[in-house]
T-cell receptor
Framework: QKEVEQNSGPLSVPEGAIASLNCTYS??????FFWYRQYSGKSPELIMF????GDKEDGRFTAQLNKASQYVSLLIRDSQPSDSATYLC??????????????FGKGTKLTVNP | GAGVSQSPRYKVAKRGQDVALRCDPI?????LFWYQQALGQGPEFLTY????????KSGLPSDRFFAERPEGSVSTLKIQRTQQEDSAVYLC????????????FGPGTRLTVL
């Protein structure tokens, strides 16, 4: 089982709709969770991070974390064509020998249709 | 201020050649990470430095891969005797110690091994 799983999509939503991106992880000791956006041919760009159970909102983005279910999600409200990108879920695992590495999922490709 | 920079941006190598990829982290960032991203995949962790100390090299795929950060700033990832399976984008990320592992990525080096 891969450590971080995402539905690779593609996910297609109309402009103005809510896009819902999901991620599950296997390491129950994971401490922090990140959503990166990656445009084609570009490097990942951090858009949200969450450490505690519940919801965290930032503008049109809401991250949701449920540690009991080992599940993290990203909601994008009022989706815009400029949101079309691959969204990477990343998890920092339990502290092991001082490493702060992130474990990434494969990414979900989102297309927002005008 | 300036972000993470990487050079070269593109590198074509013949199979068996040695290559060296450079990363300049954000000034003052203590932690530096190298990731490998194959086409259609999420980034995979290679190695991590805290200042000049290499704290985790568990992701390096073979002993052909070597990374260093001798003065705790610039880092070099060296790949000896390149193979076709080494073709990927190599991403460098840096993080200030106090940011709870928010990592900022450079533009990457796209390596193609012929």
């Amino acid at each position: 089982q891969k450590e971080v799983e995402q539905n690779s999509g593609p996910l297609s939503v109309p402009e103005g709709a809510i896009a819902s991106l999901n991620c599950t992880y296997s390491d129950r000791g994971s401490q922090s969770f990140f959503w990166y956006r990656q445009y084609s041919g570009k490097s990942p760009e951090l858009i949200m991070f969450i450490y505690s159970n519940g919801d965290k909102e930032d503008g049109r983005f809401t991250a949701q974390l449920n540690k009991a279910s080992q599940y993290v999600s990203l909601l994008i409200r009022d989706s815009q064509p400029s949101d079309s990108a691959t969204y990477l879920c990343a998890v920092r695992g339990s502290f092991q020998g001082g490493s702060e590495k992130l474990v990434f999922g494969k990414g979900t490709k989102l297309t927002v249709n005008p | 201020g300036a972000g993470v920079s990487q050079s070269p941006r593109y590198k074509v190598a013949k199979r068996g050649q040695d290559v060296a990829l450079r990363c300049d982290p954000i000034s003052g960032h203590v932690s530096l990470f190298w990731y490998q991203q194959a086409l259609g995949q999420g980034p995979e962790f290679l190695t991590y430095f805290q200042n000049e100390a290499q704290l985790d090299k568990s992701g390096l795929p073979s002993d052909r891969f070597f990374a260093e950060r001798p003065e705790g700033s610039v880092s070099t990832l060296k790949i000896q005797r390149t193979q076709q399976e080494d073709s990927a984008v190599y991403l460098c990320a840096s993080s200030p110690r106090t940011s709870l592992n928010e990592q900022f990525f450079g533009p990457g080096t796209r390596l193609t091994v012929l």
